[in-house]
C-alpha cells in the first residue's frame, strides 16, 4: 500500500509521456501516444503472463523513457515489457 502511495505521488510530479492499462488482459493506451505495434505487444506479454489487470507508464528521465509498473503487475514480467518498449523506442516521439 505505500508503495501504491509513492508511485502515486511520483506520477504527480512526473507526468508520464503514456500510460497504458490492461484489462481482461488486453492493452490500451489510456493517455499521451504510443505506437499502435508497442501497445499490441503488451498485450501479447500480458496474456503470456496471464496479467489481467495493471498499468504501465512511460516515464521520460535522465537516461531517457523507462517504463513504471503498478505493483499488481508482476516483477517477472518487467523485463519482457521493457524488452518490447526497447524495439518500439525510435518510434516514440521524445524518447
Known amino acids: 500500500m505505500l508503495k501504491d502511495l509513492a508511485g502515486g ?4 510530479v512526473v ?5 497504458i492499462e490492461v484489462r ?5 493506451l489510456r493517455r499521451g501516444e504510443a505506437p499502435a505495434g508497442l501497445v499490441a ?6 496474456r503470456d503472463f496471464g496479467i489481467q489487470s495493471g498499468t504501465i507508464y512511460g516515464v521520460r528521465g535522465r537516461h531517457g523513457l523507462t517504463l513504471d509498473f503498478s505493483t499488481v503487475v508482476p516483477t517477472a514480467a518487467h523485463q519482457r515489457f ?14
Open 9 to 12: 505521488l511520483w506520477r504527480l
Open 41 to 46: 505487444e503488451f498485450s501479447d506479454v500480458a
Open 24 to 28: 481482461d488482459g488486453t492493452a490500451r
Open 15 to 19: 507526468r508520464p509521456a503514456f500510460v
Open 82 to 95: 521493457r524488452n518490447v518498449l526497447s524495439v518500439h523506442r525510435h518510434r516514440i516521439k521524445g524518447a
